[in-house]
């Protein structure tokens, strides 16, 4: 089983930064990848941006170049710092765990760019 919780989501202004964080409570090098997903009002759930176990990263086309995904291995905990944040990145973001056959969800942090 793996318990993932996120935080760090708030109100921040079109241009603005902001960095979520999902930390894990088992060791990120058992987790074969981690990801961060968003879901806006009425839309499905979209993939973000992953990381693996070795540290490869991989970002969608619509956040390339203004989102990154990091991790700190000593404190269990992924983070996605969003630069240049635009109203349509505003969502509910959530962290994603692939352990063994399983994948688990946090709950979700949310994310909300307006002026």
């Known amino acids: 089983q793996v318990q993932l919780v996120e935080s760090g989501g708030g109100l921040v202004q079109p241009g603005g930064s902001l960095r979520v964080s999902c930390t894990v409570s088992r060791s990120i090098f058992d987790i074969n990848s981690m990801g961060w997903y968003r879901q806006a009002p009425g839309k499905q759930r979209e993939w973000v941006a992953s990381i693996t176990s070795v540290g490869s990263t991989s970002y969608a086309d619509s956040v390339k170049g203004r989102f990154t995904i990091s991790r700190d291995t000593a404190k269990n905990t992924v983070y996605l710092q969003m630069n240049s944040l635009k109203s349509e990145d505003t969502a509910v973001y959530s962290c994603?765990?692939?352990?063994?056959?399983?994948?688990?969800w946090g709950q979700g942090t949310q994310v909300t760019v307006s002026s």
């Open positions: 994603n765990a692939m352990y063994g056959y399983g994948r688990y």
